[in-house]
């Protein structure tokens, strides 16, 4: 199955003479010495894939080109150079007005400040996009009361516009775009707008429908907090550029340079760490050992915290089908935490902790072996035997 949605080596200049722009930035040229001659280069030598039901967050500081990427991947924007194509067609091939047809029906957009028609109700503001999609009337107001009762808006059909707090007009913008059965969500700073509380609830709002809907998201915010609950996967812009690509954990854990990992650097780690973002993989595999409590892959950091402190050894992270898929060590957590990489420093720590240990296991698998009671549990046993990651 190909992407949703990809873009490849794609670049957006403004100003100037945009395609010997390109060839000087592929030359090596950078914005400002650019900018010096009046010309803005947007997006630069962007490229990456969206899969379809996931959602892929935009993150960049004021400026970096985020909305003028996602403008071009709905075509509203073309391309310098590089290419966009939606479900492997190429936006560029399309005419006028088949552009149209994909944003009328397979591409819905969010904007930060929703505008709703004044003089139509909730129900008919939620309807418009079906409305220009010729829809007739009935069908498109219960497609829409639907939409809006998954935004928690039941109740508020008949309301107008100015009856309506911020995040409830967000919510009509959201309910609207949900209406008309589009693959593809854009989201330019949604709900950047709204006050923090009310920002929290659409963004789990957001989550709750994304868990039946599964449409393809685009989402765009200069928030890392908001990029990191949200994203199954962050893009990272810095001026024009796309300096990263990957999981919250990814960024947070393993940041490609100085300055994502400056970007980072004040992010709560246990609000966004779970169980399989901090294990030692290299200790997976196989059936769960132990009788002792063990951790799900996505138990939260500060729950996992609690559990690691209530174990005397490491604690295994098992999955839904009973399989071992990693270990977390007290010293791993404190390495995260401390953000030190985690491998480096955990394998520094068991080679230290390996020496005393194994001298003990020796003398509990004696006495195990003599009950008859050889089924240590799997991570205690490898805590004190030695870990394979030592070896490495
Ligand atoms: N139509 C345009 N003509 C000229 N320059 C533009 C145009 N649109 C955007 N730019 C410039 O391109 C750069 C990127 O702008 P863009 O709006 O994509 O940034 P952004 O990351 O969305 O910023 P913000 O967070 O403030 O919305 C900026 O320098 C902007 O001034
Ligand atoms: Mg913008």
Redesign the pocket.
Known sequence: MSSRLQAEKVYKV??GRPEQTVERLRKGADREELRADGV?A?VIDASFTVEPGEIFVVM??????????LRMLNGLLEPTAGTVSFDGQDLASLTAAELRTLRSRRISMVFQHFALFPHRTVLQNAAYGLEVQGVPRAEREERAAEALALCGLEGWEKSWPDELSGGMRQRVGLARALATDADLLLMD?SFSALDPLIRREMQDQLLELQKTLHKTIVF?T?DLNEAMRLGDRIAV?RD?EIVQIGTAEDILVRPSDEYVASFTRDVDRSKVLTAAAVMDRSTGGGEAGCDCPTATPDMPFDELCALCARTPHAVEVVDAEGARVGTVSQERLVAVIGDVDADDAVADTDAVADTDAVADTDAVADTDAADGAAKAPAACERHTTGPEGVAA
């Not at 960049?60 to 990427?69: A, F, I, M, R, Y």
């Open positions: 403004f100003g803005t947007a960049g500081l004021s400026g970096s080109g985020k909305s003028t990427l700073e765009i200069h812009m024009g």
